[in-house]
């Protein structure tokens, strides 16, 4: 991260360069995250525009003895939770991903990749039937790659409560992985 260190007290101060090398960065992962908590793919870009709008202007708020991750992530879920309001009352409710994309596959062998895309579907459709809280903090965490406490401060929760979360979830899934495992094994 050294260089990301100087990158954000440049973009605090207004530094633009600064503020682009740093946005550039993390909009891979930002796009990712949308993504996994659900969000159409039509809208993941809006959102991801909207937490660097955010961001430039929460800029001299930032608090550089605190891990940029959890501010930016902070950030982000705030965006998410404004989108879903605004959708739930266009919509009259949040619907999950409707029709995901498929993500390319690095197998070469076109059972490998059918079978990789499939699993992933399975996963994703795990992930959708958790609840957002624990959706988001395992987004965190295992896509993401924050440490608890950077997730415990982008979520504004104790540590105790990201920990609880995120096994919580872990258990769901992997009964819900399991069931679905079973079911083929008998087919």
Known sequence: MG????????????????????LGRHEGPLFGFFYRLGCHPNWVE????????????????YDPSRPFSAWLYGIARNVWRDHARRRGREEGHVTALESPEEIPSTAADPLERSQQGEE???VRRALQRLPEEERMTLILRHYQG????????????????VKWRIHDAVRKMGAWLSVREGRMAKE
Do not use: S
Request: aromatic share 6%; no cysteine; hydrophobic share 45%.
């Open 146 to 161: 924050l440490t608890y406490e950077e997730i415990a401060e982008a979520l504004g929760v104790p540590l105790g409560t």
């Open 120 to 122: 992933a579907e399975r």
């Open 3 to 22: 260089q990301e260190d100087d990158l954000i007290p440049r973009a605090a101060k207004g530094d633009w360069e600064a503020l682009a090398r740093l």
């Open 46 to 61: 809006d959102l991801v525009q909207e937490v660097m709008i955010r961001l430039y202007q929460a800029r001299h708020r």
